[in-house]
T-cell receptor, first 115, second 116 residues
Framework: AQSVAQPEDQVNVAEGNPLTVKCTYSVSGNPYLFWYVQYPNRGLQFLLK??????LVKGSYGFEAEFNKSQTSFHLKKPSALVSDSALYFC?????????????FGAGTTVTVRA | GAVVSQHPSWVICKSGTSVKIECRSL??????MFWYRQFPKQSLMLMATSNEGSKATYEQGVEKDKFLINHASLTLSTLTVTSAHPEDSSFYIC????????????FGPGTRLTVL
């Protein structure tokens, strides 16, 4: 079984401030973890992923995430948010070395960056 | 690379008609494709897993006779919503796994279906 929790429905920050979007996961085994962003009426855009290796993963548009196995977390961060970062963010997980390639998504977090 | 397209991007149809949505992997072969449904401001709900050359695997609660999936080639999967009703109105998104590379799914831009 696998699942993802995004505890915050909404995150509001001022432009230029740090942005954090929280994600915790549950899997039976080692995880593959992903962050996607979705703009209105658009599909999902890939931001970054953790497969193996360094716990700090750097992705697109200045985003990064840190894999924390002990806390089963994979929080998304950006040091200085932009108004254009306002969107819906999804965390997703699947189990490594599984023949089941299905992703489980969190409920999503709406980020609003005010000017 | 790894581009997935969907056609149409939006469609409006009358209740009782059938609608076909195409999902294509443009620059890679996809042995596995996934179909999701998304309601406004909600998460993606996996409807089915589509495997090239075999029957789709549907998630619990998804009517396979209502949502027909065909994955006839390594670059094309289709979702047909049969006898559509207003409650089928939703945003449908497909994704694809490149053959031999299952570490990531690449998502299409989505199709907005509105049933009148």
């Amino acid at each position: 079984a696998q699942s993802v929790a995004q505890p915050e429905d909404q995150v509001n920050v001022a432009e230029g401030n740090p942005l954090t979007v929280k994600c915790t996961y549950s899997v039976s085994g080692n995880p593959y973890l992903f962050w996607y962003v979705q703009y209105p009426n658009r599909g999902l855009q890939f931001l970054l992923k953790y497969i193996t290796g360094d716990n700090l993963v750097k992705g697109s548009y200045g985003f990064e995430a840190e894999f924390n196995k002990s806390q089963t977390s994979f929080h998304l961060k950006k040091p200085s948010a932009l108004v254009s970062d306002s969107a819906l963010y999804f965390c997703a997980v699947r189990v490594q070395r599984s023949n089941d390639y299905k992703l489980s998504f969190g409920a999503g977090t709406t980020v609003t960056v005010r000017a | 690379g790894a581009v997935v397209s969907q056609h149409p991007s939006w469609v409006i149809c009358k209740s009782g008609t059938s609608v076909k949505i195409e999902c294509r992997s443009l620059d890679f072969q996809a042995t596995t494709m996934f179909w999701y449904r998304q309601f406004p401001k909600q998460s993606l709900m996996l409807m089915a897993t589509s495997n090239e050359g075999s029957k789709a695997t549907y998630e619990q609660g998804v009517e396979k006779d209502k949502f027909l999936i065909n994955h006839a080639s390594l670059t094309l999967s289709t979702l047909t919503v049969t006898s559509a009703h207003p409650e089928d109105s939703s945003f449908y998104i497909c994704s694809a796994n490149p053959a031999g590379y299952h570490n990531e799914q690449f998502f299409g831009p989505g199709t907005r279906l509105t049933v009148l």
